[in-house]
């Protein structure tokens, strides 16, 4: 398949759930897509048109967590990301670690920075935080505060 077949394929097959696309480049496209229809649209891409899952990233926009999932078709050199928007008082969403192994360690780094819950993930532990980092507390959220007042963190600033 090449670019132009892929995305026409998606654009039909799941019309009802896609919400935007915005053609970036020839070599990227980012499809806006309800959260409910994750689950769906990432299996078929993965397992019937045979993209890759390269990752997934995590973004605060004050008004919601907007979650990317990449993929790429390799033999094209063409990358899809799927764009998903959670409201901040519902951050959950399914867990793709069931369909790909890949999604497993990126999807535990998402819920510990920005506290999305993946419905269904085999284990959702931390990953990068220290054990006595305080529940609730999501260092890369944009209301994040410092809560350890002996700690040095330098954010850049």
């Known amino acids: 398949m090449n670019r132009s ?4 394929d998606i654009g039909e097959r799941f019309k009802g759930e ?21 689950v769906v649209i990432a ?18 926009t004050h008004k919601h967590i907007e979650i990317l999932y990449h993929f790429t078709f390799d033999e094209i050199n063409f990358l899809i990301s799927f ?3 959670l409201l901040k008082n519902k951050l959950e ?3 793709l670690a069931p369909i790909f192994e890949g999604a497993n360690w990126i999807e535990r780094e998402i819920c510990e920075m920005l506290g999305v819950n993946f419905k269904g993930h085999p ?21 994040y505060k410092e809560w350890d007042d002996s700690s040095i963190r330098d954010r850049g600033l």
């Not at 397992?47 to 605060?60: P, V």
């Not at 284990?123 to 209301?143: A, F, I, N, S």
């Open 5 to 8: 077949d892929i995305l026409k």
């Open 18 to 38: 896609i919400l935007e696309v915005f053609d970036k480049s020839p070599k990227r496209v980012y499809i806006e897509i309800k959260p409910q229809a994750l």
């Open 43 to 60: 299996t078929y891409v993965f397992k019937n048109l045979g993209a890759r899952f390269n990752i997934a990233s995590g973004l605060d």
């Open 83 to 85: 764009r998903v928007k």
């Open 93 to 95: 969403i399914d867990s």
């Open 123 to 143: 284990e959702l532990k931390r990953l990068l935080l220290p054990d006595e980092w305080p529940q609730g507390v999501y260092p890369l959220r944009r209301d």
